[in-house]
């Protein structure tokens, strides 16, 4: 193995670690606002049976 190489295999390790903490990120802002989103809804259906005032 040459010593050519190891540039490679720092530079493809590095950025592989940075694209797999964006997708990381990626997924669990995308869980997030998912489970926001619900919690949200679930919320507004209770206040529509109940009859309340909409919250703002």
């Not at 797999?20 to 669990?28: E, R």
């Not at 989103?37 to 005032?53: F, L």
């Amino acid at each position: 193995m040459g010593s050519g190489n190891f540039g490679w295999i720092e530079i493809v390790l590095f950025y592989g670690g940075a694209i797999g903490f964006g997708v990381w990120q990626f997924w669990k802002m995308d869980r997030m606002l998912k489970k926001t989103r619900a919690e949200r809804e679930a919320k507004e259906a209770a206040e529509r049976e109940r009859g309340g005032p909409p919250s703002v």
